[in-house]
């Protein structure tokens, strides 16, 4: 989803003619690929871990080890999503501001992204309780979600 809102920026960055904006949004687009595919082995690699744990094929420390390395990929979309939802901010209260509905729709997407990967980090079994991908990815969701909200009241209709 991260990738997806991303290449929708670099569209509308491109044809409001903003070709640093255009770049970053690429660039965000790049990097949330690669996690969406990174998040796909991480996965897997953790299912087939806890369906060894359960046919007693492979020991608790593997398992929380695999469960654990689960969680970065997701608090790094996470941070992929807040960078896209800030970028889109910067741009709608500034050299885009004719976009800013666009913009915020953008926004509102990668801020819904955030907020799942960050439930993911903190639903993770494999990470203690006060684990700092816990609190960072909470912090990063919350950030998120609160720039993507001001979005709302400016020049969109007041959704």
């Known amino acids: 989803m991260v990738a997806q809102a991303a290449e929708l920026l670099a569209v509308v960055a491109r044809q409001a003619g903003q070709d640093a904006a255009t770049t970053q949004a690429e660039a965000i687009r790049a990097r949330a690929s690669a996690l969406a595919l990174s998040n796909e082995v991480a996965f897997t690699r953790a299912s087939r871990q806890i369906e060894a744990a359960r046919s007693g094929q492979s020991g608790d420390v593997t398992l929380a080890q695999a469960a654990a390395s689960a969680a970065d990929v997701p608090l790094r979309i996470c941070q992929a999503a807040n960078d896209l939802t800030l970028l889109a ?71």
């Open 89 to 159: 901010a910067e741009l709608a209260s500034g050299s885009m501001s004719q976009r800013s509905a666009d913009l915020c729709g953008i926004a509102q997407l990668a801020a819904g992204a955030c907020s799942a990967a960050a439930l993911l980090v903190h639903a993770n079994s494999g990470l203690a309780a006060d684990d700092p991908r816990r609190s960072s990815a909470a912090q990063t969701a919350s950030e998120t979600f609160t720039a993507a909200q001001a979005m709302l009241g400016t020049d969109t209709g007041g959704l």
